[in-house]
């Protein structure tokens, strides 16, 4: 449903362990719903900057193939960040869906689904209002992830924000209601302080293994890291300034997912 806008405007074993290619969302309540499978390969964090410029930077990581495109762009007002999701959600609607990954690109490209960062309010008012806002990516004091599953029902994608074992823990109690953790930083990052320690690519195998959801590997991750992540079991690689920052936002996606395939097959050639 389209909306017109204001000027204010993983190798296959991890996957197949975490249910990264499933269709279907077990709920608490003990029933199922059909959800499209989501690709996390690439997920574009939007950064901070012009309304304008956000739109065109996520437009151009769909059209490059990313799966997930969170609308952070901190720090925002409620009523800004209403405006920008449902301009990215608008945007990324009309270049994306079906779209094919150029030759080495790896399979084909995702249906990109757009979260909004935190505030699962804005993200309830824009599916209200027929934006095609798919989900919301929550954190550690933000709303439990049970109350966010029955407020945006079994179709919404929720992510968790995590970075330790004993969160990653605390997480697979609600693996029920959840759709995947982020997890870092992988290094230090200006663009959110945590608190936590880098875990660095020999922080995340044990994550993965401990996890009962797919995890995304999130902090200062860059293109070239890509290959390396992928060897370690995560689901995807979470960008903030690469693609932000990008001369090529498009094609910076593109390298990104090629470079994560190369390290997945690394893998398995490996064995």
């Known amino acids: 449903m389209s909306k ?77 960040l209403f405006q920008l999701g449902a301009a990215v959600a608008e945007a990324v609607a009309e270049v994306a869906p079906g779209a094919a990954s150029p030759a080495g690109a790896g399979a084909e490209a995702p249906s990109p689904r757009v979260l909004i960062d935190d505030r699962v309010d804005i ?5 209200a209002q027929g934006f095609p806002i798919h989900g919301v990516h929550v954190g550690q004091d933000d709303l439990p992830v049970t109350a966010v599953r029955q407020l945006l029902g079994p179709d919404a994608i ?29 290094r230090d990052t200006p663009t959110k302080r945590s608190g936590r320690t880098p875990l660095g690519l020999a922080g995340y195998p044990p994550i993965v293994r401990a996890s ?31 693609i932000m920052n990008a001369e090529d936002p498009e ?9 994560f395939r190369a390290g997945q097959r690394s893998v398995t050639q490996s064995r």
């Not at 993200?123 to 599916?127: D, F, Y």
């Not at 992510?159 to 930083?185: K, M, R, S």
């Not at 999130?218 to 290959?227: F, N, Q, S, W």
């Open 4 to 80: 017109s806008n204001n000027d204010e405007g993983v190798p296959r074993d991890s996957q197949a362990r975490h249910g990264c290619g499933s269709d279907v969302t077990r709920l608490a309540a003990g029933y199922s719903v059909a959800k499209p499978a989501v690709d996390y390969t690439a997920y574009f964090v939007t950064g901070a900057g012009d309304p304008r410029t956000i739109v065109d930077r996520a437009t151009a990581a769909a059209r490059g193939g990313a799966g997930v495109i969170q609308v952070r762009s901190k720090p925002i007002s409620a009523r800004e």
């Open 123 to 127: 993200a309830l008012a824009l599916r």
């Open 158 to 186: 929720i992510g968790l924000t995590t970075g330790t074992l004993d969160l990653v823990h605390a997480a697979n109690e609600h693996a029920d209601v959840l759709d995947y953790i982020g997890c870092g930083p992988f």
């Open 212 to 242: 009962a959801v797919p995890v995304v590997a999130i902090g200062d991750v860059t293109a070239d890291d890509a290959a390396d992540l992928a060897t370690t079991g995560v689901a995807g690689v979470a960008v903030v300034r690469g």
């Open 251 to 259: 094609n910076y996606v593109r390298t990104l997912r090629s470079n």
